[in-house]
């Protein structure tokens, strides 16, 4: 296993390699999304500013003693979260969820946050990243980045032997990442849990159990391998993102902060940024049950699925098996998240605000989930760009790819939604023979024009 000297600068290397990539200076950023000067003026100020005493920052809970973990991809800088478990006499673990804390920084109703308001979240889109902040500052004092003491909103939950939640203390703190890792890295310290550093093993073990407890409350699981288009070069190329266990974990923790602390602001009778989910409306649990599991059966799923939305009042969110919910952990790169921060600070007589009424706060969440719509079709239509550059680019080494039929789109029409296997990705297709949900198929690129926006596929069994 690599020494924690080792691993840094491995992520320090992949991150500047990436950087190069994914990262461009503000004058190169596409014109409508540059920050006005008054904000970079500001973020100037901030980043110059940090390292002095800021309001609020001796009533801190020191938590820098905990070995913390952060796991991102290497290429990400803006880095919001970090984990910690803390075990006691008694034998009783806190998972601890650190979440990084803007609000050190930022002032409600400042240039900076009118205009992370107006962005909504940050873009990551295949080429570069339109960060909600300025870059300078989001990966920079705001983000949980090692070497250094750095602010956190720190979340301490209690599991009871079932991973229902028993316990929950949430508190402005100090922390110090221990471990910068990579999902790789991370999987590795899972698997080989050395004694002298198993704390990572027992997060996800924990984690992993509290993963299955969402599942019998009727969570939708899905485990697969995805690809996104990145451009190297300002060629794309295709990433393959493969499940593991630090990837689930992390994501399960990320949920058990959101749930932990929805569950707190209903107790509190205080308005957040709840984001709910009707469950599956489609499909009996018997239909459901009939269908291959897996791809196929996830398909059918999220077919049925109600759209997700935010509201002032916790609902059941029935896609992630929770009763309660809201999205807590990125708020240097969601503006929700750092909505929902605002109104635990606020309520708490933390920052001098009054937190936002239900009247009040609803209009607001209107806009954002507009606004979230209208981001995740951009993110939506960069990809698809991609994919029919990649695609155009390969024509003369196209060979049929194997899939599997997942369902119907216009069974009139023949048209299918069809998962591709060696790409990991999920597209139209049209079917030449009669098939059905999970039949084993052969893809063949029909047609491909970038400049048209025109892609046919066509499936065959196989």
Not at 126 to 146: A, E, N, Q, Y
Not at 281 to 310: C, K, M, N, T
Not at 354 to 380: F, W, Y
Request: include cysteine; aromatic fraction near 4%; charged fraction near 25%.
């Amino acid at each position: 296993m690599r020494s924690q000297p080792e691993l840094q600068q491995l992520r320090q290397a992949r991150r500047r390699q990436q950087l190069a990539i994914q990262i461009k200076p503000e004058s190169e950023v596409f014109e409508a999304e540059q920050f006005p000067a008054e904000c970079l003026a500001e973020a100037d100020r901030l980043v110059l500013s940090a390292s002095e005493s800021q309001p609020g920052d001796s009533a801190r809970i020191d938590l820098s003693h905990l070995r913390s973990f952060s796991i991102d991809d290497p290429c990400t800088v803006e880095i919001d979260d970090a984990i910690s478990i803390e075990h006691s006499a008694d034998g009783i673990h806190k998972i601890w969820i650190h979440v990084a804390d803007p609000h050190r920084l930022i002032q409600p109703g400042g240039c900076l946050d009118l205009e992370a308001q107006r962005r909504a979240s940050s873009i990551y889109l295949s080429h570069r990243l339109v960060p909600m902040f300025p870059i300078g500052l989001g990966s920079g004092p705001l983000s949980l980045s090692p070497g250094s003491k750095k602010a956190a909103i720190s979340v301490a939950i209690c599991l009871d032997q079932n991973s229902c939640i028993v316990g929950i203390d949430i508190v402005r703190s100090w922390v110090q990442i221990t471990y910068a890792l990579s999902y790789s890295d991370a999987d590795e310290l899972i698997e080989l849990a050395p004694p002298q550093d198993a704390d990572l093993a027992e997060i996800n073990a924990l984690l992993l159990n509290r993963r299955l407890w969402r599942q019998a409350q009727g969570a939708l699981l899905m485990d697969q391998a995805e690809g996104r288009f990145i451009r190297m070069d300002g060629r794309p190329q295709l990433e393959i993102t493969e499940p593991g266990f630090s990837r689930a974990m992390v994501a399960e923790a990320m949920l058990l902060a959101g749930a932990a602390v929805a569950n707190w602001a209903k107790e509190h009778q205080l308005a957040m940024p709840f984001r709910c989910q009707a469950g599956n409306q489609s499909l009996a649990p018997d239909q459901l049950i009939e269908l291959p599991a897996g791809a196929v059966r996830w398909a059918h799923q999220r077919l049925g699925l109600g759209r997700s939305r935010l509201q002032s009042e916790a609902a059941a969110h029935q896609a992630l098996g929770l009763s309660a919910y809201l999205q807590w952990t990125s708020p240097i790169r969601r503006y929700n998240d750092l909505l929902a921060h605002r109104q635990w600070l606020t309520h708490q007589n933390l920052i001098e605000a009054e937190p936002l009424a239900k009247e009040l706060i609803n209009p607001l969440l209107d806009k954002l989930e507009q606004q979230s719509r209208e981001v995740g079709q951009i993110s939506k239509e960069d990809q698809r760009c991609c994919l029919l550059e990649w695609l155009e680019s390969l024509k003369p080494k196209l060979v049929a790819q194997d899939g599997v039929m997942l369902r119907w789109l216009r069974e009139d029409q023949n048209l299918a939604l069809v998962r591709i296997e060696p790409w990991a990705l999920e597209l139209p297709a049209r079917l030449r023979d009669p098939a059905g949900p999970g039949d084993l198929l052969k893809i063949n690129v029909q047609e491909v024009d970038p400049a048209r926006d025109l892609l046919h596929l066509k499936a065959t069994i196989g």
